[in-house]
């Protein structure tokens, strides 16, 4: 069983490799399963024993992309209680910005293949599964009212994917390191104050 699971990763790697190798070269809608195929080295009946298509293919991979940022969000341990540590909050935004700077080609299947609603949406349902012991302590009104807790992982997911989208169609213009500086600043000092969200800048 371990030889089989070692095998399918194996061949998952090489479809993978090869899809994006294709997308450096070729626009997305006229690569075909033959072309991943013969790029990969293997038949096509192995290519959909792993995938039904090209566009499921093409979800696998924004899959992988949220799944890094999870994983990178585990480890940086960015809140406290009700607190956000901006240094590790830039941090780890600059190492996500990173990786998606060393394999341009991944990053620009995020601009061309994915829509921004989708992208929107998945990286809201990250924000609660990983923050939602903060966002339930928010209490935000305007006028009086309370403001919806959707309406502000909305709005913050806006600023995230839509800054995301500028720096990957201006072709990596800014610094990684410089971006991730830029939005956590912008963040911390204006939107996230104003929700009450405690900011710690020292650790």
Known sequence: MKFTDIRYLRTEKLIFDAFVKL???KPYEKITIQDIADEAMINRA???SHYADKDTLQQGIQKQIIEQLSDMIDAAQVTTDDTVKVKK???LLSHYYHSLEK????AKIVLK???QEILQNDFS???HQKYDHLLTKLNVTESGEPVPT????????SIFVGTLMWWIQSDFDMPAKELARLVIKLISNGH???MGVNINRED
């Open 103 to 106: 394999n341009p080609s991944i």
């Open 125 to 127: 349902q990250l924000l």
């Open 46 to 48: 192995t290519f959909y």
């Open 192 to 194: 996230l104050t104003v």
């Open 89 to 91: 909050a830039e941090s």
């Open 150 to 157: 959707d309406f502000i992982v909305a709005y913050l997911t």
């Open 113 to 115: 293949n994915i829509s």
């Open 23 to 25: 997308l450096s070269n």
